[in-house]
C-alpha cells in the first residue's frame, strides 16, 4: 500500500494526514498555523509530517495544499494571500526538515484533484470544481489532467470580472467574480438587506444578536431553511451571479460537471436549486447542447488533504 502525507496550509491551521492509494485518511493532525513568519509556518509543516510519518515508515512522499500562486515547478509560493509567503522556496525548506520529497500544489487544485479522483467528480475526465467560501476557489481538470496554466498559477476564476468598477477584491481590482457569489458574499447580501429594511430581515436581525454585523453565513442558512423571505432571497441573488459564472465558464471550458465545495455548499438544494436554473438560463446555446451536471462535492475539509496526498504521487 502506497502512503503519502497531504497537508492543507491555511491562514489559521495546518491540518495534515495520511492518505492510502484509495484516498482513504490513515490518521490526521492539525495544528495552529504562525502566518505572520514564514520561517515558523514552515517548521510546524515539517512538525506535523515528522509526526505522522513516525507513526507510518511507508509514507514516501508530501504534498502541501495552499492558497495562492504556486510556480510551475510545484516548488514556490509566489504570493498567498493569508501567509506572509511572497517568493517562498516552500519545497525546498521542507524537504530540508522532513527528508521526503515534496510537492506543492494551490489549495483549490488540490481539492479539485481529491474531488476527481475519489469524490463527486469520479468517472469524469473535464470538470470544474468552484469552492464557495470566504471568496471563490477553482480547480479545471481538462482530459483527466489537472490544468495549471503556462506560469502554474490558472484556474482563478473567482477573479474574472463580472461588473466594470464594481465592488473592491482583496486582489486589488474591482468587480469581480467572488465579490457576488462566495459565502462573503451572501453575508454582504443579508447584512446589507438588513440595514436598508430591517423589518423584511426579521429573523435575520434575530438570529444575529439584532445588528447586521451580527447576521452570518449560518444564520442566513438556518433562516433560509426556516422558510424566511429575506435568506431566500439572499440565496437566490448569489446563486444567479453563481449560475451565471458557471455558464460561462461552460461557454469556455465545456466540462462534463461542476462540481461545487466550499462553506457555502453545505446548503445544499437551498443553493443548488437555484444555481442550476441560473445556469440553464444563461447557458449559451441552451436547448440545443449536453448540459454540465452541477453537484455538491464530496469530500468536504479532507478534500485538500487527500488531494494533495495523491498529486504527491504523481
Given amino acids: 500500500m502506497a502512503l503519502t502525507i497531504g497537508v492543507d496550509v491555511g491562514g489559521t491551521k495546518v491540518a495534515a494526514g495520511v ?5 482513504m485518511i490513515l490518521e490526521k493532525v492539525r495544528r495552529p498555523t504562525p502566518s505572520t513568519n514564514p520561517k515558523e509556518t514552515a517548521e510546524v509543516i515539517a ?59 494551490n489549495d483549490a487544485n488540490a481539492t479539485a484533484w481529491g474531488e476527481a479522483r475519489f469524490g463527486a467528480g469520479r468517472g469524469e475526465d473535464f470538470l470544474v470544481l468552484i469552492t464557495l467560501g470566504t471568496g471563490i476557489g477553482c480547480g479545471i481538470i481538462i482530459n483527466g489532467e489537472l490544468y495549471r496554466g503556462r506560469f502554474g498559477i490558472g484556474a482563478e476564476a473567482g477573479h474574472f470580472r463580472v461588473v466594470p468598477n464594481g465592488r473592491r477584491c482583496g486582489c486589488g481590482n474591482r468587480g ?23 423589518a423584511m430581515a426579521g429573523r435575520l436581525l434575530e438570529l444575529g444578536d439584532g445588528s447586521p454585523e451580527g447576521i452570518s453565513g449560518p444564520e442566513i442558512t438556518e433562516a433560509a431553511r ?33 462540481i461545487i465545495g466550499g462553506g457555502l455548499s453545505d446548503a445544499g438544494d437551498l443553493l443548488l436549486d437555484p444555481v442550476r436554473a441560473a445556469f440553464g438560463d444563461a447557458l449559451t446555446g441552451r436547448g440545443h447542447r449536453p448540459v454540465a451536471d452541477i453537484r455538491i462535492a464530496e469530500l468536504g475539509s479532507a478534500a485538500g488533504i487527500v488531494g494533495a496526498a495523491d498529486l504527491a504521487r504523481t
Fill in 19 to 23: 492518505v492510502d492509494d484509495h484516498g
Fill in 47 to 105: 512538525e506535523v509530517v515528522d509526526l505522522l510519518k513516525g507513526k507510518f515508515e511507508e509514507v514516501s512522499a508530501v504534498g502541501l495544499g495552499t492558497a495562492g500562486f504556486v510556480d510551475e515547478t510545484r516548488s514556490t509560493v509566489l504570493f498567498a494571500p493569508n501567509l506572509a509567503w511572497r517568493d517562498e522556496p516552500i519545497k525546498q525548506k521542507v524537504e530540508e526538515q522532513v527528508g521526503l520529497p515534496v510537492v506543492v500544489e
Fill in 176 to 198: 469581480c467574480w467572488e465579490q457576488y457569489a462566495s459565502g462573503n458574499a451572501l453575508v454582504h447580501e443579508a447584512r446589507e438587506l438588513a440595514r436598508v429594511s430591517p
Fill in 226 to 258: 426556516e422558510g424566511d423571505k429575506a435568506a431566500l432571497e439572499c440565496f437566490r441573488t448569489v446563486a444567479q451571479w453563481t449560475g451565471q459564472g458557471l455558464a460561462d465558464l461552460a461557454a469556455i471550458l465545456d466540462p462534463g460537471a461542476f
